[in-house]
């Protein structure tokens, strides 16, 4: 028998939750984002999920490929663009649309002779300051771009900084609309934070390319967790429904008198006659070690709560109050019954971190 630890992917989450975005955006070209193994759902779950996608987008050309072994024919994006000559061989191949973002990158782009041409999006910084060019030499790239005959089409495309703050889209696509204007190509601007502002950003700042929809490029909302920290904003507020539930069971119990310690360093003391459960979960399949005492874990759909320190492979839950748990008890450390975020907050982490880092050795059961 494997160690009872699983993550369970559940693709009509995933459908549902593509749904919801073609709700918030009416219109626009859905990039279904899974770069990070489908943020940790698997890619070929994901591709199976996000069939209704326009596009998938990722960072790594590797799985770019392997999307295309698996049969996806759609578009496909690299959201970092190209790191060599040989990216761009593989990309033309492979039919992938590619990011250009800095000048080295469409130096190498247009010095390359390719077999086919690339569709590309021109990726401008507007206050992230980390990928993409100032978006006031829009005109001069452009001019660079749009002759070399290996491009195919150009999208204009930027990454927002705080869309998951009220008005935090509002200056960069005042500044990207400025340095944009009158240009006849399509955009990318929405992350799924963006996703749920869409209607004020098409309102604000209709797409200048007629017969161009703008795209949307969200990730973490089509796995089901929130992109926003504030806790009024819950994936079920929002619509979402959680794609991975992580679950494993007790292998273990321990009866502890008062004054007992629990796991390395004594990391927990009991106050009374109390029980301890261990699950295997630990630091090496994704758990967050962060985890203070008090995190949330559900035992047999009972909630209790993380005592002591979190380990490689285990960690140990207060059984006091729930007599009836024992070895083999069904445990979910985050999924259907307890959102994500609410583990990321107590472990002061975001969804996102704790979703793409479950481990390779978590087996993933796609249903
Ligand atoms: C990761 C990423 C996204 C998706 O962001 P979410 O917050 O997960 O929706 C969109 N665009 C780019 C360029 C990204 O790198």
Redesign the pocket.
């Known amino acids: 028998m494997p160690r009872p630890i699983v993550a369970s992917i559940d693709r009509s989450a995933l459908a549902h939750n593509l749904d919801r975005v073609r709700e918030l955006a009416p219109g626009a070209f859905v990039w279904a ?1 899974v ?1 990070a193994d489908a ?1 940790g759902h698997g890619i070929a779950a994901a591709a199976q999920g996000f069939a209704a996608a326009d596009g998938l ?1 990722l ?1 790594e050309i590797g799985n770019a490929i392997r999307l295309r072994e698996l049969g996806w024919k759609k578009p496909i994006l690299l ?1 970092e663009g190209c790191f060599s000559a040989l990216d761009w061989h593989a990309a033309a191949e492979h039919r992938l649309n590619c ?1 250009i973002h800095c000048d080295e990158q469409l130096s190498e782009f247009i010095a390359t002779p390719l077999a086919r041409r690339v569709d590309v999006h021109l990726k401008f910084n507007t206050g992230m300051n980390r990928l993409g060019f100032l978006p006031e030499h829009a005109r001069e790239l452009l001019e660079r771009l749009a002759p070399y005959e290996g491009v195919g089409s150009i999208t204009l ?1 930027t ?1 927002f900084a705080c869309a998951d703050e009220p008005g935090g889209i509002d200056e960069p696509l005042r500044r990207f609309q400025e340095a944009t204007r009158g240009l006849p190509y399509a955009r990318s601007l929405a ?3 963006a ?1 749920f502002d869409f209607t004020h950003l098409a309102a604000a700042a209709p797409s200048p390319a007629v017969g161009h929809p703008d795209s949307v ?5 089509l796995y089901g967790a929130t ?1 926003f920290t504030h806790a009024s904003r819950s994936a079920a507020s929002l619509g979402l429904a959680p794609a991975m539930t992580l679950r494993s069971a007790i292998i273990g119990v321990q009866p502890l008198e008062p004054g007992a310690r629990v796991g390395y360093g004594g990391g927990y003391t009991a106050t009374r006659r109390e029980r301890v459960g261990v699950v295997a979960c630990g630091y090496a399949d994704g758990y967050p070690r962060h985890a203070p005492s008090g995190t949330p874990v559900l035992v047999d759909g009972q909630r209790t709560r993380l005592v002591g320190r979190v380990s490689m492979d285990k960690i140990t839950v207060d059984l006091t109050e729930l007599p009836h748990a024992q070895v083999g008890t069904a445990v979910e450390l985050w999924g259907k019954r307890l959102a994500v975020d609410e583990v990321a907050n107590a472990a002061g982490t975001i969804g ?1 971190e704790l979703l793409t880092a479950v481990a390779a050795r978590v087996p993933r059961d796609v249903v």
């Open positions: 984002v770069k943020y987008a960072i959201l990011v495309m990454h992350n799924s934070a996703c490029r969200p990730g973490i909302m992109p996102y």
